[in-house]
Nanobody, 119 residues
Framework: QVQLVESGGGLVQAGEFLRLSCAAS????????MGWFRRAPGKEREYVSS????????YYADSVAGRFSIFKDNAKNTVYLQMNNLKPEDTAVYYC????????????WGQGTQVTVSS
């Protein structure tokens, strides 16, 4: 079993930054990909960003491209989401997820961390 623990959320003002971390533990952890998702109040969960674990290719939702950056530390089994120039519409609970199967479906999820951006 894989456990994912997010940290780094908080309350910031528009234009400021936060860095989220997601540490994986448990069984031998060699994911296909790691991703970040978010759920804003009253909205469906949406994709934010992902990174291919072996090659390092990164992907972003249009809403965060150019402002957010995903990167990883293989030795620490940790993935990060650097969020710059935050906007009030980025307010959400952010979830980390791991895809361990070849179809890249996300099977493991963290508990979420709250990000609140005030205007």
């Amino acid at each position: 079993q894989v456990q994912l623990v997010e940290s780094g959320g908080g309350l910031v003002q528009a234009g400021e930054f936060l860095r989220l971390s997601c540490a994986a533990s448990g069984q031998t952890f060699i994911p296909q990909a790691m991703g970040w998702f978010r759920r804003a109040p009253g909205k469906e969960r949406e994709y934010v960003s992902s990174i291919i674990w072996s090659g390092g290719d990164t992907y972003y939702a249009d809403s965060v491209a150019g402002r957010f950056s995903i990167f990883k530390d293989n030795a620490k089994n940790t993935v990060y989401l650097q969020m710059n120039n935050l906007k009030p519409e980025d307010t959400a609970v952010y979830y980390c997820a791991a895809a361990v199967r070849d179809d890249y479906s996300y099977d493991f999820w963290g508990q979420g961390t709250q990000v609140t951006v005030s205007s």
